[in-house]
């Protein structure tokens, strides 16, 4: 009944009701306090980094990442991943009625990174540039006979790499900033990295 609590173990029979206070926060209420204290972020560190409207992603930064600060953007997100990952690549494109091709990522982090603000890249490694305003993605994209191709776009609103043949650009081979598929393969809730040419 309200106002009364039974404990219960594996293998073995509840205990018999006792009275307690149901306005006092147990163990259980601060575990479960926690968990959604966690889940929503307001106890992240990566909160303080982040607009109002994000900080319930500050949990899963957290997680996921950690936070460093780099000239001339400020504090910035670099995600624990492989030495070859990049932004834009490890999900699909889904054509939405209203906003057009919008980018559904694969990790947990992928919802604020890919529709808040922009990439950039120092040290070889991406990070994360938090900004307020959504959009489907912040790519460029190009296109050749047959394939599309897009990338990142940097804090100043132009590709993090250009679009160039050659040996790169910074010792970095912009290729594989860029990513390319065939038209054949693109969007239809395909995986890009399956798809992904060379």
Known sequence: KSGEMSVAWDNVAPSRPQFFNSARYDAFDQWAMALRDQRLGSRAQSAQYLPPDLRTYGGA?????????????????????????????????????????????????????????RWGYARSRWFWIPDRHWAPAWVSWGGAPGYVSWCPLG????????????????????????TVVSRDHFGGHRSVRQFAVG
């Open 155 to 178: 804090f100043d609103n132009r590709p993090v790499f250009p679009l160039a043949v050659g040996s790169g650009y910074g010792g970095w081979n912009g290729w594989n900033a860029w």
């Open 61 to 117: 930064l957290d997680r996921y990442g950690a936070w460093n600060y780099e000239a001339p953007y400020g504090y910035v997100w670099y995600p624990t991943v492989a030495p070859d990952w990049r932004p834009y690549y490890d999900g699909y494109w889904s054509s939405v009625p209203i906003y057009g091709w919008t980018w559904i990522g694969a990790n947990a982090w992928s919802w604020p990174t890919h529709h808040y603000g």
